[in-house]
Structures are given as C-alpha cells and as structure tokens.
C-alpha cells in the first residue's frame, strides 16, 4: 500500500481533469483529493459514495490503467496518481460508519430482480428516496457476479457481507434462493403491488464451442468454475479455452488451487483480456498458447488446429475450462409476456433502460452482455432515477 498522503500531495488539481473524464462514471477525483487533505476523510468517502455506491468494489476490480490512472497527465512522464489505492483507502474506511440518508416512505414497493452490481446500486438509490424496496437473489447470498464471478483474491467476500449490512440497515428486504421465472414470475410480483421491477439478472449461461466432445465429464464452464472453484478436482494439468478476463480469472484461481500447469489457448494472435490482468497470469505462473483453434475433445485431453500452418495438435490435459464469454439465461422472457429479447438472448431497452413492457427496467450484463462493473453502476444510475420518474407519476 502507497503512502496515502504523498500520493494525494502529487495531484496536479489539474483545470482539465483528465482522469475524472477518463473515469466511466466520472468519479470527480480532485474534490475527492482536496477534500481528503483539507477537510475530513469522512467528506470525501461521502462525495466517493453518492458518485458511486460501488466505489469500494470499483476500487479493486476497474481497469484502472486504461481509466482514471491511465488519463492522467502525470502518465505521460511519470508515475499516474494511483488513485484506486486513494479510493479504496477512503471509501474501505467510511464505508461502516457512514449513516446513509432516507427520505420518509412513500409506501410504493420495488421489485430488485439479481443482487449483482447494478441491482445492488439500484436498491440502494430507490431506497433513499423512500421506496419499499426487496431484492430476489436466486444464489444463497447477495452478490451476483460480485461473489460468484469474481475471484476472492481479487474482491473480498467480505465487502459484500458489508453491503448485505448496510442495505438491511436502510431498510431493504432481500430474498435469497428465490429465482423469478420459477415458482414466482414477474406477473405474481405487479400483482402484489410492486409498482416497478428491475431486472438484472446478467449472464449465467456459458456459451460452447459447440465441438465433439463438449461433454466429457473433465470439461467444465468458466463461469461455474468461477462460482465455487473449491467444488472442483481439476488435476495438475489444466488447458483453458479464451484469453479474456474471465479466462484470467479461471488461470490464477486454478493455479491457487493446487493446478501446476495451467495453460490458455486463443484462436488469434492476441489477448482480448485487460493488459494487466494478463500481466497478472502471467506472473503467477500460466502459459499462452495463440493461433489454435480446438477441433475436437478426447478422453485424454484436447485437439487443436494451428490456424498458421493448418498442423492438428493433440494436448494432454487433465481437465478442461471453456471461458469463451456467456449469454442471459431465459427464465424472464420465457415466462413474461411483453418482455422482448433480442436474437442472443439480451433484454431489449431503451436508453432509460425502459423494457418492452411497461414497469419493467434492465440494466447491466443482462442488457449489454458482459461489460465491467463501473459500467453496470453508471448505467445503474440512470434506470434508478428513470424508475423514479416513473412511479413518481402513478
């Protein structure tokens, strides 16, 4: 951990801030700095916090060098601010203390459908305007891809203890183990007075490679790995198919797991992961393999085709990980009239995050398909207070 002061005392208050602009939910980082050095920890952590209720978690998980440290003046001769340490700092210790306020009730219920980062957000925003507000996690704890989507080195399961705390404490009802779609359908809610549901149900289900042996009991999903990597007997010898972030994840996880040669695969020539995260499985130990399609799986491992010198090469591998990105499951749609999908199974909506069906929101991954957290917040942001509007005229 830097030195807090002295990073914050290496802020140019620049006139143009270009690491605020740099920022997906323009977090306003020098009144954050200048709060912090001039008036209270307690002043910044709530600018922090009405800015970006996620901030502790956007802290530890953004991509940070191509955001706010990546646009920041100083990059270009020196070393940027490293802001995401200042925030965490700041947010990490406010956080518990900080006395959220709430309008009186105004006795309209709300429907939160997914406790990932913009449902979280949602709830926490219509919950300070005096919504009724009760969140449906159809997992055993809240958290969405903030828990079973991201690594525990990488966000603390901890932290989201913390905000299942704080939104009990502004009055937010939360239902676990409960997937809307099934026993309980979007009808059944409207029916029972919520005036508006939210939907941010994201993406669960795994997309395949849809090749010959897909289902041979050593092949596994990265997104299921990643939900509970402790549940799996993956063996030494680990290949993953897709360089992206998640496929990152996966690499470092397994290796954490007792993994002693985990290797990923790519069809091209490049990493579509974030530099540093890439940066980071390398570190810790995996291997990159490029230009290799896979053919076909077999009891033993897996075969590729170079897509350079059309070579088939047979890998041994132990086990398997298919990380070639997700799609939304269908419970919703299948189960709602009116609510409208696209061919890939996204939720159609306009720009104030407005379903087909009147009363009915979505944001995030369920919406966009996988994007980052920041992302999910910022546009979290807009649905609450189109929701706001919303019933404010019902």
Partial sequence: MINILQETQRCLQCKVPFCQKGCPINTPIPEIINLLENESIDAAGEVLFKNNPLSIVCSLVCNHEQQCEGNC?????????QFSDIENYISDTYFDKMVIPIQPSNNKKVAIIGSGPAGITISLILAQLGYNVTIFESRSELGGVLRYGIPEFRLPKSILERYHKKLLQIGVKIRLNVTIGGTLKIDDLFRDGYLSIFAGTGTWRANSLRIEGESFGHVHYAIDYLASPESFHLGENVVIIGMGNAAMDVARTAL???????????????????????QKAKLDGADFEFNMAPSKITDEGIIFHNTTDDKEEHIDADSIIISVSQGPKDKLTSTTSGLNSSNNGLLLTDSSGNTSRAGIFAAGDVVHGAKSVVEAVSQAKLVAQSMDEY???L
């Fill in 73 to 81: 003046v100083l990059n270009r001769k020196d070393v940027p601010i």
């Fill in 256 to 278: 954490r797991h007792g993994a002693r040669k985990v290797t990923l695969y790519a069809r091209s020539d490049k990493i579509s992961a974030n530099t540093i995260e890439y």
């Fill in 391 to 393: 019933m404010s005229n």
